[in-house]
């Protein structure tokens, strides 16, 4: 049962003391005011919390940055000639109110090289992967040529580029972390990387909500955006 002012079960409940509130046998110390997210030493079982203030997005040029709009945009894109071959769009959704963590709740996988357009969404109990309408629990997936899950983390391999995208939590929160390989040797056959994984510009997706800036957020959460995104 959740002590008297508790906003929620990772929220910061007893400003007095900056005690934050994970379960009901665990209530974790960190600098926080009422109503703002812990940033604690101990995630919700107790480990160390490594989380830092580096970003969490790593794009083909090598740079670093977080993503903090909302809504659907392109990750990924390789293109020749206009036809698209893979394409990969996220959805970026927010903990809480409007300066709060960011975060991908799904990531569509489309293009020529695709055998089938799927859905992997964060679900309540782990990765649901989607076809047309229909979702279901990654754990009685089928599997395919293309698509692979093992132990609850999908593989995926789009002509010579692997994918991987796994469900983590962040004290209540499902999300999404992904990965991705061999974009290089792509390039080197002079196909177009486009997206904000590739060439484009990450300025309008790195913006801050209009009311909160980069200042505000970091001073706030460890890291603002709690998804991991790397290409190598």
């Known amino acids: 049962m959740y002590p008297t002012g508790c906003i929620y079960n990772h929220y910061c409940w007893e400003k007095g003391n900056n005690c934050c509130y994970f379960n009901?046998?665990?209530?974790?110390?960190a600098s926080v005011q009422r109503g703002q997210m812990?940033?604690?030493?101990?995630?919700?079982?107790?480990?160390?919390?490594?989380?830092?203030?580096?970003?969490?997005?790593?794009?083909?040029?090598?740079?670093?940055?977080?993503i903090l709009a909302l809504g659907e945009m392109n990750l990924l894109n390789v293109e020749n000639k206009g036809t698209s071959?893979?394409?990969?769009?996220?959805?970026?959704?927010?903990?809480?109110?409007?300066?709060?963590?960011?975060?991908?709740?799904?990531?569509?996988f489309s293009g020529s090289w695709v055998q089938k357009s799927v859905r992997v969404?964060?679900?309540?109990?782990?990765?649901e992967i989607c076809e047309s309408l229909t979702c279901i629990d990654a754990s009685f997936y089928p599997g395919s040529e293309q698509i692979k899950v093992i132990s609850g983390k999908l593989s995926m391999q789009v002509d010579e580029v692997p994918i991987s995208v796994e469900q983590a939590s962040h004290w209540g929160w499902n999300y999404?972390?992904?990965?991705?390989?061999?974009?290089?040797?792509l390039k080197a056959r002079n196909f177009d990387i486009l997206g904000l994984l590739g060439t484009?510009?990450?300025?309008?997706?790195?913006?801050?909500?209009?009311?909160?800036?980069?200042?505000?957020?970091?001073?706030?959460?460890?890291?603002?955006?709690?998804?991991?995104?790397t290409v190598v």
């Open 121 to 127: 969404k964060a679900g309540l109990k782990g990765l």
């Open 200 to 229: 484009d510009s990450h300025e309008n997706a790195s913006r801050p909500p209009l009311g909160c800036s980069n200042v505000d957020l970091m001073s706030s959460h460890s890291t603002p955006f709690v998804s991991t995104v």
């Open 24 to 29: 009901s046998d665990d209530r974790n110390k």
């Open 85 to 108: 071959f893979l394409k990969v769009n996220g959805t970026i959704a927010r903990v809480g109110g409007q300066c709060e963590q960011t975060f991908i709740s799904e990531l569509k």
């Open 176 to 185: 999404l972390n992904m990965g991705i390989k061999n974009l290089h040797s």
């Open 38 to 66: 812990c940033v604690a030493e101990r995630d919700e079982n107790g480990d160390d919390v490594k989380a830092h203030g580096d970003p969490h997005v790593q794009n083909l040029l090598g740079e670093k940055f977080d």
